[in-house]
């Protein structure tokens, strides 16, 4: 998993080490939905209370939240998550065995969680679009052997692998979005005279158009095309690698529209809401004497 070694960094909040991390984190993402794209939908293992094997443990959620919960269990005990760029999506998790480590203050403290959303949307939009080519050739294949009707779709049996793959691609998501935290961090410490009034009498409007540039965006989007293209193809030494990409859709190892509208429609927009909700609060528990001082800095760039 992408990350920054905060303990070495010199300015973990400078853009460009930050879009570094989020650069090499599209790579994460993309090859783990390519790994996710090989096993049908499976739509059970996102259910709550189906598995009477999790029932007789005590645990009522769905087996990928207990894959979840299994999985941050044991990470937690290794302090990944006191680190500022790690989010569980699991709550009472046990403490870490080892001593924590003595990270620099970065973010401003805050309670911003945004993996309910993204367990919803990747569960329930993302996961039946880039598993469609599987599904639809698991139900050719029991057809073929006389399974027909509500049987023969969507079910292959793969559950652990399948979840495995799912618990890797929305840690993978959960670090992409709540790095917004550091992006308005670090706008925010360059220019705060710009944020503060936005800050003191919410316009969420505003911040937004503080943190955005469609440029950037569109720049994104186009080279996560590119890389989903690639990435897709079973690349040989005489494969010649075309620059679009959705023309390979009908033969790549994943939906390569699915990959940009995954960023598209989702982490880019949750990314933004987590940005300016950060903004909304960064000011909480300051004092007058302080914000002022604040407002007082302008941007040095």
């Given at each position: 998993m992408q990350s920054q070694n905060?303990?070495?960094?010199?300015?973990?909040?400078?853009?460009d080490r930050i879009r570094s991390v989020l650069t090499r984190l599209e790579d994460t993402i993309i090859f783990s939905l390519i790994e996710r794209a090989q096993f049908a939908h499976n739509p059970r293992i996102y259910q709550r209370g189906v598995f009477q094997e999790l029932k007789d443990l005590g645990f009522n959620g769905s087996w990928l939240e207990w894959f979840l919960k299994?999985?941050?269990?044991?990470?937690?005990k290794a302090r990944r998550y006191t680190s500022p760029d790690e989010?569980?999506?699991?709550?009472?998790?046990?403490?870490?065995?080892?001593?924590?480590?003595?990270?620099?203050?970065?973010?401003?403290p805050n309670?911003?969680?945004a993996n309910p959303s993204i367990l919803s949307f990747y569960t329930r939009a993302i996961v039946p679009r880039i598993t469609r080519r599987a599904t639809l050739s698991l139900s050719t294949l029991k057809r073929a052997n006389g399974i027909v009707g509500d049987d023969e779709f969507e079910d292959d049996g793969n559950y652990g692998s399948a979840a495995?793959?799912?618990?890797?691609?929305?840690?993978?998501?959960?670090?992409r979005?709540?790095?917004?935290?550091?992006?308005?961090?670090?706008k925010f410490i360059e220019n705060p005279a710009a944020f503060i009034p936005h800050i003191q009498k919410p316009n969420r409007q505003a911040l937004e158009a503080l943190i955005t540039k469609p440029e950037v965006e569109r720049k994104l989007l186009v080279r996560l095309q590119k890389k989903a293209t690639t990435y897709a193809q079973d690349i040989g030494i005489d494969t010649d690698v075309p620059n679009g990409g959705s023309k390979l859709n009908g033969a790549a190892k994943i939906d390569v529209d699915g990959v940009v509208d995954l960023y598209e429609?989702?982490?880019?927009?949750?990314?933004?809401?987590?940005?300016?909700?950060?903004?909304?609060?960064?000011?909480?528990?300051?004092?007058?004497?302080?914000?002022?001082?604040?407002?007082?800095?302008?941007?040095?760039?």
């Amino acid at each position: 998993m992408q990350s920054q070694n905060f303990m070495l960094v010199d300015d973990p909040l400078s853009l460009d080490r930050i879009r570094s991390v989020l650069t090499r984190l599209e790579d994460t993402i993309i090859f783990s939905l390519i790994e996710r794209a090989q096993f049908a939908h499976n739509p059970r293992i996102y259910q709550r209370g189906v598995f009477q094997e999790l029932k007789d443990l005590g645990f009522n959620g769905s087996w990928l939240e207990w894959f979840l919960k299994e999985t941050e269990t044991f990470h937690a005990k290794a302090r990944r998550y006191t680190s500022p760029d790690e989010y569980p999506f699991t709550s009472d998790l046990p403490k870490p065995v080892l001593p924590p480590l003595s990270f620099p203050e970065i973010l401003y403290p805050n309670n911003i969680n945004a993996n309910p959303s993204i367990l919803s949307f990747y569960t329930r939009a993302i996961v039946p679009r880039i598993t469609r080519r599987a599904t639809l050739s698991l139900s050719t294949l029991k057809r073929a052997n006389g399974i027909v009707g509500d049987d023969e779709f969507e079910d292959d049996g793969n559950y652990g692998s399948a979840a495995t793959i799912d618990v890797e691609v929305v840690q993978a998501i959960s670090k992409r979005v709540h790095y917004g935290k550091f992006v308005s961090e670090s706008k925010f410490i360059e220019n705060p005279a710009a944020f503060i009034p936005h800050i003191q009498k919410p316009n969420r409007q505003a911040l937004e158009a503080l943190i955005t540039k469609p440029e950037v965006e569109r720049k994104l989007l186009v080279r996560l095309q590119k890389k989903a293209t690639t990435y897709a193809q079973d690349i040989g030494i005489d494969t010649d690698v075309p620059n679009g990409g959705s023309k390979l859709n009908g033969a790549a190892k994943i939906d390569v529209d699915g990959v940009v509208d995954l960023y598209e429609s989702y982490i880019i927009p949750l990314t933004k809401e987590v940005e300016v909700e950060y903004l909304l609060h960064r000011l909480d528990g300051l004092s007058d004497e302080e914000i002022e001082k604040l407002a007082k800095n302008t941007s040095v760039a």
